[in-house]
């Protein structure tokens, strides 16, 4: 990989000097490193990304944000990721990924997944390092661009299709002990069949294990479409 490195007095600039090539995958980067007080400002640009893969499972990336060096109060940086076609997606083709460090803190406020049935937008989003636990805590919204579509892709039976909007939810998952928790889904319209039935779904499905693939997942939003959403 080829830099270009320009240091002034109080700043450094570095620039990929041309799109680079990595494993067929296309890679370029612009940044500035300000020195006084230390803030680094870095926009990246990644032709493709299995979000799964290299994210979601990536233990060298786990153990990057389990390290107590990224949560000090001095860290300031701003990166910005875009990534033009996120592979072996079946929801969302692309996406642009924010990622904060400040006063001791990691966010990915405003993230946003884009997909033909809708976008995800991270609302708010933490990393957390907690006794040794490394725990991502994020509020969603889900907007609804085609609900055919989105109703398609969940094989969602067309007596079934209510209008729906957008709807929000919580996630909490525990990268260390691989568990998560879905809580305070909520419709837009808000109309659903039983708020304690709807609490207890989640409950249960909020286990080590319940959803681990693709198909399980689908199962789980077509049951909640179907059991307890009443549009």
């Given amino acids: 990989i080829e830099t270009d490195i320009l240091v002034k007095k109080d700043s450094i600039k570095i620039k990929s000097s041309e799109v680079i090539n990595i494993k067929n995958n296309k890679l370029n980067y612009l940044g500035e490193i300000n020195l006084n007080p230390f803030h680094l400002d870095m926009n990246i640009e990644l032709d493709k990304l299995n979000f799964e893969k290299d994210?979601?499972?990536?233990?060298?990336?786990?153990?990057?944000?389990?390290?107590?060096?990224?949560?000090?109060?001095?860290l300031s940086s701003k990166i910005n990721l875009r990534i033009n076609n996120l592979i072996k997606n079946r929801l969302f083709n692309s996406s642009k990924i924010l990622i904060n460090f400040g006063n001791g803190t990691i966010n990915f406020n405003n993230t946003i997944f884009t997909g033909l049935s809708g976008n995800l937008n991270l609302i708010d989003g933490n990393m957390l390092n907690i006794?040794?636990?490394?725990?991502?805590?994020?509020?969603?919204?889900?907007?609804?661009?085609?609900?055919?579509?989105?109703?398609?892709?969940?094989?969602?039976?067309?007596?079934?299709?209510?209008?729906?909007?957008?709807?929000?939810?919580n996630i909490e998952y525990n990268f260390t002990k691989k568990e998560f928790k879905i809580r305070n889904l909520i419709f837009d319209p808000a109309n659903v069949k039983s708020e304690d039935e709807l609490s207890d779904f989640l409950d249960e499905n909020s286990q080590q294990g319940k959803i681990s693939n693709w198909i399980d997942f689908k199962n789980f939003v077509k049951k909640v479409f179907e059991n307890y959403y009443d549009g």
């Fill in 55 to 74: 994210i979601f499972n990536n233990n060298l990336l786990q153990n990057l944000f389990e390290l107590e060096q990224l949560y000090n109060v001095n």
């Fill in 131 to 169: 006794k040794d636990n490394l725990i991502f805590n994020g509020n969603f919204v889900f907007d609804v661009l085609s609900r055919n579509e989105f109703y398609r892709i969940f094989q969602i039976g067309k007596k079934n299709r209510k209008k729906i909007e957008n709807f929000y939810f």
